[in-house]
């Protein structure tokens, strides 16, 4: 079955410690993304990558760290987490057409909520 | 500074008739269109897109709109039915860019 999946679903943390939220998917694609979801805000764009080895910012990249060292797996860092991190966070991967994704729809995993205390 | 807008965090509509989800954007460099679905504890999933050399796409029960000369785009489902009731995301991007950026959202409820 083709899927994307998030690595933990829920996790409730302390300011500071760090913690990795992993995201692998099994359809071959080659652009990952991740998302944070906040109500009024809608999803919001953190980090993405068109490849191994190739990542880049999204909209709202700071205090995160992403990693692409294998096509399957896109994991999510926060090294110093802090409340403001708080949220409903969202893997997805898409493939290419063209050299674009924009055609291409996203498949998403199940969301990662994380509160940090 | 929001460039996809949904305006109406929240729709009710009884089963049978049309709804009804809208869209408005900001850059007019955008050029695909999608609307994404999202039950609770789900990951949104692809519902229908529309690239912007057309102004309408339908698939089923559900049907796209696009109004370029107003930036304006909306998603229309009839007959409603309860399996619809869910958050539904609007989402565009420019051609050559290599992300989406999504609207707040709109919960639509269907009634028996």
């Known amino acids: 079955e083709a899927q994307v999946t998030q690595n933990p679903r829920y996790l409730i943390t302390v300011t500071g410690k760090k913690l990795t939220v992993t995201c692998s998917q099994n359809?071959?694609?080659?652009?990952m993304s991740w998302y944070r979801q906040d109500p009024g805000l809608g999803l919001r764009q953190i980090y993405y990558?068109?490849?191994?080895?190739?990542?880049d910012k999204g909209d709202v990249p700071e205090g995160y760290k992403v990693s692409r060292k294998e096509k399957r797996n896109f994991p999510l860092i926060l090294e110093s987490p802090s409340p403001n991190q708080t949220s409903l966070y969202f893997c997805?991967?898409?493939?290419?057409?063209?050299?674009?994704?924009?055609?291409?729809?996203?498949?998403f995993g199940d969301g990662t909520r994380l509160s940090i205390l | 500074d929001q460039q996809v807008k949904q305006n109406s965090p929240s729709l009710s509509v009884q089963e049978g008739r049309i709804s009804i989800l809208n869209c408005d954007y900001t850059n007019s460099m955008f050029d695909y269109f999608l609307w994404y679905k999202k039950y609770p504890a789900e990951g949104p999933t692809f519902l229908i897109s529309i690239s912007s050399i057309k102004d309408k796409n339908e698939d089923g029960r559900f049907t796209v709109f696009l109004n370029k000369s107003a930036k304006h785009l909306s998603l229309h489902i009839v007959p409603s039915q309860p399996g619809d009731s869910a958050v539904y995301f609007c989402a565009a991007s420019e051609k050559g860019a290599q992300k989406l950026v999504f609207g707040q959202g709109t919960r639509l409820t269907i009634n028996p």
């Open positions: 359809m071959n694609h080659e652009y």
């Open positions: 997805a991967s898409s493939s290419f057409r063209g050299g674009y994704i924009s055609n291409q729809p996203q498949h």
């Open positions: 990558s068109m490849n191994v080895e190739v990542t």
